[in-house]
């Protein structure tokens, strides 16, 4: 089953190398569909966010807010801290550098990675970047 869209009109223009961004996505992507053997939901969305209290240079900047979202395996709570690690995977062949990839992508896109955790034991994973609102080229 292909992936469900959560994308609202209105959202703001952002600053970003559009293949770049491409990629990240890809990677998130790859990781829920594959966290579902047995089939699930992947779930992209976005939003507008304007918040005084982000983050370093992310304060009192306003954002988009990208989230792809999964109902898969989730992520054991000794694998969080490593997960964004190069070269740590739990797949068989796994190369483990695709959150490390997409990690250096978002924090070179104006330092906004904010990554949410799983939420307790669910089976969710969700990655949360905040990319700087600008022109858009
Ligand atoms: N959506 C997810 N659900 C469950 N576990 C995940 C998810 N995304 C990442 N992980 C865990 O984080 C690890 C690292 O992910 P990462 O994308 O960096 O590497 P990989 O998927 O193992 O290999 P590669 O992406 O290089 O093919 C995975 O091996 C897996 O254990
Ligand atoms: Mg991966």
Redesign the pocket.
Known sequence: MGPTFDLPPGLWPVEMDRGQIGQVVQ??V???A??MEHGGVVRISARNVSDPKLPGPLADQTCVRVTVA?S????PQA?LER??DPY????RG???????V?YSIVRKHGGASRWSRPWGRAPH?TCTCRLRVGAST
């Open positions: 990677n998130l790859l990781n829920a594959q966290s999964d898969g395996c989730g992520i694998d997960i964004f740590f995977s739990t797949k796994g190369s483990g550098l695709g959150l490390a997409a994973f």
